[in-house]
């Protein structure tokens, strides 16, 4: 399944128009774009990571049933990655399973948690813990939606790009040439979101449940999720995901080639304009030792190195934290 990818809204409104659908989207979208859900069954949930919990997913199960819906029902979520996860996994529930379509409405579902059929709600404060791999049968990415979307929040997904230009040889030649563009949402930003979008589909394509390629994606989470939890989520998600990349990067800087190292800074650099958190190497070390991607008591970096090559680091803690406290000064 391809992602359908365009400009107008006009392909979400088409859906939404469609027999037998129910529709979810967020308090942010429906006033954004109230005429796209007149007259359209659906629910409205509030806004925000603290309400992607199953808490929302009985109240979108419990409307569906007062709307009236059955196992033909198709469920279409319009939002960001919280609707999309939260909707996602109703779809996974309601009747034990109906179809759903995703349509993302932020850079960062349309990049990423839009692609992959992950679906999923935090449970105690742990994030994704409850959850269900359950495939839309349609992504449809308009990016006529992207023109309401927040400064914080285009900046969220262009971490992500990076990360996956990191990742791959030819969106890095053309991200390194076209950041600029990407940042002011300038021309070149479409045919990068494609390329983006084409690349996440790719990797979920070879590695669906995430057991070898997809673990590639983790680039910059390591360093990226600890910082983002010390620092009291300031910023967004994906500007800790470029403070992520370069910190990992500096702490494997004598492997890497200098060139390729001072691009990483500038494109990182572009995506996130705050200096580094102040936070010690050995709390990051603490947090990241947390981390699920962790096995045998070894913390695990998957470190893009050029030309779209990623190698997996496993350290022990003393040995990530003196690495990275090594570096945290200069960054
Ligand atoms: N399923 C996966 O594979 C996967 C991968 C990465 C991240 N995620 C999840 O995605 C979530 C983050 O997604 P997100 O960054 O899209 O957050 P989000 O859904 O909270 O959206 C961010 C903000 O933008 C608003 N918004 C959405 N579309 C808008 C538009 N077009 N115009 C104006 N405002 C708009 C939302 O109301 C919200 O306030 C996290 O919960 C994360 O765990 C999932
Ligand atoms: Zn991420």
Redesign the pocket.
Known sequence: MKAEIGDATAAAERILRSDNIFTVT????AD??PSLFAGVRHTVIP???KY?TLDTVGKIVSDMVSAGCDRQTTLVAV???????TA?FAAACFMRGVKWINV??????MV?????????V?VGGY??VA?AFHMPGRVVVCRD??????ER?WL??CG?MIKHALLDRDIYDETVRGIDGLISRGECAGRLIEMSVRYKESVVAADFKESGLRKRLNAGHTVGHAVERLDGFRL???EYVALGLLAEAEMFSDELDPAYLSALHMLCGKVCRHPFPSVSAEDVTETAKADKKNSGGEIVVMLPVGGGDVEEKRLTPEEFSRRLKRCLSAL
């Open positions: 967020d308090s942010n979208v954004f774009y806004a925000g990571e992607k939002g960001g990655g919280v609707t999309g996860d996602g993302p409405t932020t850079l960062l579902a990423d948690s839009g692609i992959g059929g992950k679906t999923g935090d994030k994704n959850g939606f992207l023109r309401t979307l927040p929040e969220c997904g992500e967004s998600h994906g």
